[in-house]
C-alpha cells in the first residue's frame, strides 16, 4: 500500500496532503491484525471482517479503507505473489453512519447572509469579505485564501486564480502555486455587489504577510477550514 501511494505521489498523481491522508488510513491498516499477516495468508473472511469492523466510520471514510485493500491486492496478484485475489469475494458494507446531506442555500437564505455580513464591520467578522467573494465569484474557499494584493485587478474587473491554500503531508498550511485542478486557473468577474468589499480588503492586505488579502489571528496562512 505505501508502495503504491509513494509511486503516485511521486509522479504527480496524489498531492502531499492526499499523500499523508492516505499514509494515515495505511498505518491505521497496520495496526490491525490484518495488517501483521503475510498477504499470501490472508483470506477473503479476515478481510470481509476488517471492513465488517468499520461500520462506525463514514461511507466515505469507509471507501478510502477498501480502496487501499483493492490496490494493494489487485498489484500482488497482476505480479504473481498471490494465485487468487481475495477481494474478488468481499464488499464493503454500508456505514451505520447516516451520509451527510449537503444543499445550497436558497435564494432568501443567500440574501439573509448577505446582509448579515455587509452589515458588519472586518472586526465584527474578520472573514465577511472572505465569504461574499464565494457566494459572488463562485470560488473554493482554499482559492479565496490564497488570493493576493496583485490578483485583484479593479480596473478591468477581474479576479485572477491561479493558486490555493491547502496542507502538505504533515497537515501544515502552505499555499499552493497551483489550483486544485488544471481547470482552476481563471478569470472571474467581478460583481457590483462586492466591489467595494474587494477595494477594502485590497487595501487591508497591503499591510499584510505576503499581500494575502486573508490571514490567520497569528498572521500566518488562513486555515480553509
Known amino acids: 500500500m505505501k508502495f503504491i501511494v509513494e509511486r503516485k505521489l511521486k509522479t504527480n498523481h496524489v498531492g502531499a496532503h492526499q499523500y499523508g491522508k492516505t499514509l494515515k488510513i495505511i498505518d491505521r491498516i497496520e ?17 470481509q471482517d476488517y471492513f465488517n469492523s468499520l461500520t462506525n466510520y463514514s461511507n466515505h471514510y469507509m471507501e478510502k479503507f477498501t480502496e487501499q485493500f483493492s490496490k494493494a491486492f489487485s498489484y500482488a496478484h497482476n505480479k504473481g505473489y498471490i494465485k487468487i485475489n481475495p477481494m474478488a469475494d468481499t464488499y464493503r ?66 479576479i485572477h486564480i491561479n493558486k490555493t491554500i491547502a496542507r ?19 478569470d472571474v468577474p467581478i460583481q457590483d455587489i462586492i466591489l467595494d468589499e474587494l477595494k477594502e480588503q485590497k487595501e487591508i492586505s497591503k499591510k499584510h504577510f505576503n499581500n494575502q488579502l486573508f490571514l490567520s489571528n497569528n498572521r500566518s496562512y488562513a486555515d480553509p477550514k
Open 31 to 47: 495496526k490491525a491484525g490484518i495488517g501483521k499477516k503475510d498477504i499470501s495468508e490472508i483470506t477473503s473472511e479476515e478481510i
Open 168 to 186: 502538505d503531508e504533515n497537515e501544515r498550511i502552505i499555499l499552493k502555486d497551483t489550483t486544485k485542478t488544471s481547470a482552476g486557473v481563471r
Open 93 to 158: 458494507p454500508k456505514s451505520a453512519k447516516p451520509d451527510k446531506i449537503l444543499r445550497a442555500l436558497e435564494l432568501e437564505e443567500q440574501e439573509t447572509l448577505t446582509d448579515y455580513l455587509k452589515s458588519k464591520t472586518i472586526e465584527e467578522e474578520p472573514y465577511k469579505n472572505a465569504f461574499l467573494i464565494q457566494l459572488y465569484a463562485g470560488l473554493r474557499i482554499g482559492e479565496v485564501l490564497a488570493l493576493q494584493y496583485k490578483d485583484i485587478d479593479l480596473d478591468k474587473r477581474l
